[in-house]
C-alpha cells in the first residue's frame, strides 16, 4: 500500500468558538474583507455580532455582501476590486459552501493576475493568495476543510473547481451553534451534499486510507443526525454530528476527489443556476444503479460498508436507502422541474466531460458520452 497525505488545514471545532474569531482572524491581518451573502447572517444577526468581535480586537473591516448560490467569476472580480479599493489584508468568508469558495477565489485573485479559469484550467500556475479565515454557517460543502473552490465561468457557464494548496483556510472556525438557523430545505440539500462528498470519496479509485476513514465516519454521523435534525427530533449532539461530518466530507474529497454524481451535477447547476443538493438528489439513483449493476467485487463491497453505516445488509440496499432519505428529506424533484430542459441534454453531457473529466474518470464505472446523456434523460 503506497499512498500520499497532504492537506494542512487548520480547524477549531466547539460550540461557541465563533467568538474567537476577531481574535484570531486579528493574526493574519488587520483589515478584513468579510465575504459573506445578501441576507442570511443579517437576519441572523451573525455579521453583526462578527464585525463586533473584529473591532473588539483592533482590526477594521470592509463588506462584500454580493454572493449568491452557484458562486461566478464576475462576483469574484467584484469582490477583488473592493478588496484592493478597500487595502483589506485578509479576507473572512462568513456563510455556506458558496460564501468560502467566493472567498477563497477572491483571496487568490487578490494575488493573481488575468482570468481565473486560466487557474481553473491550468493554463497559468498558481502563486500565493491572501490570508483566508472561514467560518461555515452550514452544514454541506466541508469547503473550510480543503483547498476547492467551485465557481462558475460567467461566460460559458462551466463550473469546476480551482484546486491548489493556496486556498486552504489560514484557519476555519466551526461553530455547530452556528448551523441552527438553516431552513428546513437548505438544511436537506446541505445535509444530503454533504453526504454525497463521503459517498464519493470512498468508492472514489483514488481513495485512500485516512480519506476512507474519514468518508465512513461522515456516512454514519449524517445516517445518526441529519433526519433527526429536519424533522425537529434533533439536539445539540446531533447538530455536533452533522456539522463534523460535514467537514470530514470535505476533507475526505480533498485527498479522494468526487466521482461521477458531482461531475454529473456541475453542468446543470452552472447552466440553469439549480440548487446544488437538490441536483445531487435527481442524478445520485440513476447514476448509482448503473454503478452498482457494473462495479467489478471490490467496488461492490464499498457499496455494501456504505449500506452497512446507513442500516443496511449489502450493495443491494445502497439505492434504496439513498432514495428513502431523499424522500424523507423532501429532496424528490426531477431536473425538469428545477428548469432543465430537455433541449440542454447535449450540452450537458458534453460539459460533464470538459468540466468533470477528474471526477468521471474517478468513478467505479466508467461512462460514455451516451452512458451520460440517458443518466440525465432518467434523471428529468
Not at 462528498?197 to 485516512?210: D, G, N, R, V, W
Request: proline content about 5%.
Amino acid at each position: 500500500m503506497q499512498f500520499t497525505y497532504n492537506l494542512p488545514v487548520n480547524l477549531q471545532f466547539g460550540r461557541g468558538i465563533v467568538e474567537e474569531a476577531g481574535k484570531k482572524t486579528g493574526l493574519y491581518g488587520k483589515k478584513a474583507l468579510i465575504v459573506t451573502g445578501t441576507s442570511s447572517t443579517k437576519k441572523t444577526g451573525l455579521l453583526g455580532r462578527v464585525q463586533a468581535l473584529l473591532e473588539k480586537a483592533g482590526l477594521s473591516w470592509a463588506l462584500f455582501d454580493k454572493v449568491t448560490p452557484n458562486p461566478t467569476t464576475a462576483t469574484v472580480y467584484e469582490g477583488v476590486t473592493l478588496l484592493k479599493t478597500e487595502r483589506c489584508d485578509v479576507v473572512l468568508g462568513l456563510g455556506g459552501g458558496s460564501i468560502m469558495d467566493a472567498a477563497k477565489a477572491i483571496a487568490f485573485m487578490a494575488r493573481n493576475d488575468g482570468d481565473l479559469m486560466d487557474y481553473i484550467y491550468g493554463r497559468k500556475a498558481p502563486g500565493e493568495a491572501l490570508p483566508i479565515v472561514l467560518i461555515p454557517t452550514t452544514s454541506g460543502t466541508g469547503s473550510e476543510g480543503n483547498s476547492f473552490a467551485v465557481i462558475t465561468d460567467s461566460a460559458t457557464g462551466d463550473k469546476k473547481s480551482l484546486r491548489c494548496n493556496q486556498i486552504i483556510a489560514k484557519l476555519s472556525l466551526i461553530d455547530p451553534d452556528l448551523m441552527t438557523t438553516m431552513p428546513r430545505g437548505v438544511l436537506a440539500s446541505v445535509g444530503f451534499d454533504a453526504l454525497c462528498h463521503c459517498f464519493e470519496a470512498y468508492i472514489s479509485k483514488i481513495t485512500q486510507p485516512l480519506a476512507a476513514s474519514m468518508a465512513l465516519d461522515g456516512v454514519a454521523l449524517i445516517h445518526e443526525s441529519l433526519l433527526p435534525l429536519y424533522e425537529g427530533r434533533g439536539g445539540p449532539d446531533e447538530w455536533e454530528k452533522l456539522t463534523w461530518a460535514s467537514t470530514l466530507g470535505g476533507m475526505s474529497i480533498g485527498l479522494a476527489g468526487v466521482t461521477a454524481p458531482h461531475g454529473l451535477e456541475h453542468p446543470p447547476s452552472g447552466l440553469r443556476d439549480i440548487v446544488h443538493g437538490k441536483g445531487l438528489a435527481a442524478l445520485s439513483g440513476a447514476i448509482y444503479r448503473r454503478t452498482i449493476a457494473a462495479a467489478p467485487p471490490p467496488a461492490q463491497e464499498r457499496f455494501s460498508e456504505l449500506a452497512r453505516r446507513m442500516g443496511g445488509k449489502g450493495a443491494a440496499d445502497f439505492v434504496p436507502l439513498t432514495e428513502a432519505l431523499i424522500d424523507a428529506l423532501g429532496l424528490r424533484s426531477g431536473l425538469r422541474a428545477q428548469g432543465v430542459r430537455d433541449d440542454d441534454i447535449d450540452w450537458l453531457a458534453e460539459n460533464a466531460l470538459k468540466v468533470s473529466a477528474a471526477g468521471i474518470a474517478n468513478h467505479p464505472v466508467q461512462f460514455s458520452l451516451e452512458e451520460i446523456k440517458a443518466i440525465y434523460k432518467e434523471a428529468m
